[in-house]
Antibody, heavy 120, light 111 residues
Framework: EVQLVQSGAEVKKPGESLKISCKGS????????IGWVRQMPGKGLEWMGI????????RYSPSFQGQVTISADKSISTAYLQWSSLKASDTAMYYC?????????????WGQGTLVTVSS | QSALTQPASVSGSPGQSITISCTGT?????????VSWYQQHPGKAPKLMIY???NRPSGVPDRFSGSKSGNTASLTISGLQAEDEADYYC???????????FGGGTKLTVL
């Protein structure tokens, strides 16, 4: 069974750093694109970026380029989304997802989400 | 403002059919057969309902169907059921540097 298990909710202060995780199981971790999606409170879905763990090919939406870093550790089948300096506007639910096909095709499996709250 | 335009809300009675539209441009919806649709219930992660315009993943009821004409894609749900009440998002590949874009979402209410 394919599963994506994300790390737990985080409460941080502005300016702090953060790294959240997404652990995959039940499939070949290095063969599927992993994407990250933001959902701000009461708002819609926003595509942030993707990584192909097989070769670490990483691509970002221009809206998030330079604001976050996407990475993956093949040895433990885990992808990461990190911030070096959080802002209040980073408060949102963050989802990871994978696709069995090209990243353009549609995201088949989703993690349960990680709620990030940034408040002073 | 989202790259793809969806109606904010649609509604229908049990058993009826509804259609949700998703309008983009020739750089996204109109240019590629890479439109997908997601269902999201409150407090839950999105679920893929349609990929590549009209394909249903395993386990998705055949009451859900997708199509595309020009720059507009559509999701049709026939035989509406109470559990279909949710938010629905379309998504498309785009030739811009963004790569993937979402619609703003449509709230489906089953009356």
């Amino acid at each position: 069974e394919v599963q994506l298990v994300q790390s737990g909710a985080e409460v941080k202060k502005p300016g702090e750093s953060l790294k959240i995780s997404c652990k995959g199981s039940g499939y070949s971790f290095t063969s599927y694109w992993i994407g990250w999606v933001r959902q701000m409170p009461g708002k819609g879905l926003e595509w942030m970026g993707i990584i192909y763990p097989g070769d670490s090919d990483t691509r970002y939406s221009p809206s998030f380029q330079g604001q976050v870093t996407i990475s993956a550790d093949k040895s433990i089948s885990t992808a990461y989304l990190q911030w070096s300096s959080l802002k209040a506007s980073d408060t949102a639910m963050y989802y990871c997802a994978i696709t069995e096909r090209a990243y353009s095709s549609g995201w088949d499996y989703w993690g349960q989400g990680t709620l990030v709250t940034v408040s002073s | 403002q989202s790259a793809l335009t969806q109606p904010a809300s649609v509604s229908g009675s049990p058993g009826q059919s509804i259609t949700i539209s998703c309008t983009g441009t020739s750089s996204d919806v109109g240019g590629y057969n890479y439109v997908s649709w997601y269902q999201q219930h409150p407090g839950k992660a999105p679920k893929l309902m349609i990929y590549e315009v009209s394909n249903r993943p395993s386990g998705v009821p055949d009451r859900f169907s997708g199509s595309k004409s020009g720059n507009t894609a559509s999701l049709t749900i026939s035989g509406l059921q109470a559990e279909d009440e949710a938010d629905y998002y379309c998504s498309s590949y785009t030739s811009s540097s963004t790569l993937v874009v979402f619609g703003g979402g449509t709230k489906l209410t089953v009356l």
